[in-house]
């Protein structure tokens, strides 16, 4: 599985809209895009998946283009509480690489 | 609340000694994959398990070993410890045959090696 590239940190502001693009240059035919959370000193947690298109949850959207060599995870309102490492991966039957992640601060 | 445990949640050992950590899901998942994650860096896959046989391995060296039991749960052994395996150990449980499957990861087992 291919490793991902995505930007080392960002910063936000309270109750901004967030955008996290990765680029998925070596994504196989069958992997999925695959988006976690980590806060310190604990376990990644699931946010996202998607395949193609747009996907929706109740915490995020995931923008996939048609050529899949790309992916935009965008968090609505952020809040201070969303301060956390982000990570895009391409995933396969639950294997995984992790890249180095992206490292979101949201200030007041 | 992921349903996925870890023991134990920290751990010291002595260079050369050897650590068994341990795995277990409340949620029937039948894969499991271990992680070691280093301070500032991203989860890196040590391998697979599925029906109790290895299913797939990252660049790590044979002292890294694994086991999965029956019920699901897991252990990773890891012999002569060195200092640069201090790291947090993930492990994280899947559904093996659905490609869109999650995985559900564990706290963690915070390893120092002195």
């Not at chain 1, 680029?23 to 996202?48: E, K, L, M, V």
């Not at chain 2, 398990?49 to 002292?63: D, H, K």
Request: glycine share 8%; with cysteine; proline share 5%.
């Amino acid at each position: 599985l291919a490793k991902t590239t995505q930007p080392i940190s960002m910063d936000s502001y309270e109750g901004q809209e967030v955008n996290i693009t990765c680029s998925h240059n070596n994504i196989a035919t069958n992997d999925y895009i695959t988006w976690y959370q980590q806060f310190p000193s604990q376990g990644p947690r699931f946010i996202i998946q998607g395949y193609k298109t747009k996907v929706t949850n109740e915490v995020a959207s995931l923008f996939i283009p048609a050529d899949r060599k790309s992916s935009t995870l965008s968090l609505p309102r952020v809040s201070l509480s969303d301060t956390a490492v982000y990570y895009c991966l391409d995933t396969n039957a639950g294997k995984s690489t992790f890249g180095d992640g992206t490292t979101l601060t949201v200030k007041p | 609340e992921t349903g996925v445990t870890q023991s134990p949640t920290h751990l010291i050992k002595t260079r050369g000694q050897q650590v068994t950590l341990r795995c277990s899901s409340q949620s029937g998942h039948n894969t499991v994959s271990w992680y070691q994650q280093a301070l500032g860096q991203g989860p890196q896959f040590i391998f697979q398990y599925y029906r109790e046989e290895e299913n797939g391995r990252g660049n790590f060296p044979p002292r890294f070993s694994g086991l999965q039991f029956p019920n699901y749960s897991s252990e990773l052994n890891v012999n002569a410890l060195e200092l640069d395996d201090s790291a947090l150990y993930l492990c994280a449980c899947s559904l093996a045959g659905v490609l869109t499957d999650t995985q559900y990861f564990g706290p963690g087992t915070r390893l120092t090696v002195l």
